[in-house]
């Protein structure tokens, strides 16, 4: 079992930035492929990127290609998600997930508001 805890969280006005921080812990952090979603009221969950389990590679959804930075540090069993010049359109509850072969896990997702 990997448990995952999301924090970093808030209210931000528009153009403003935040880093979210996803924590694991249970078991070795590092062989896991790990992603960001995202869910605003009344849609469904999005991807927003994900990065590989050594941080050469990333990918990111359309809608924040430019602005979302993924980033880990194994040594921290920690995985970022700094977002710049946020829009009101990117309020939602963000999630990291972990991935490794059939199995994934999900943290219990983190409040992101921007106000215009």
């Known amino acids: 079992q990997v448990q995952l805890k999301e924090s970093g969280g808030g209210l931000v006005q528009a153009g403003g930035s935040l880093r979210l921080s996803c924590a694991a812990s249970g078991r070795p952090f590092s062989p896991y492929f790990m992603s960001w979603f995202r869910q605003a009221p009344g849609k469904e969950r999005e991807i927003v990127g994900n990065?590989?389990?050594?941080?050469?590679?990333?990918w990111y959804a359309d809608s924040v290609k430019g602005r979302f930075t993924i980033s880990r540090d194994n040594a921290e069993n920690t995985v970022y998600l700094q977002m710049n010049r946020l829009k009101p359109e990117d309020t939602a509850v963000y999630y990291c997930?972990?991935?490794?072969?059939?199995?994934?896990?999900w943290g219990q997702g983190t409040q992101v508001t921007v106000s215009s």
């Open positions: 990065i590989n389990w050594s941080g050469s590679v990333t």
């Open positions: 997930k972990a991935t490794l072969k059939y199995t994934a896990y």
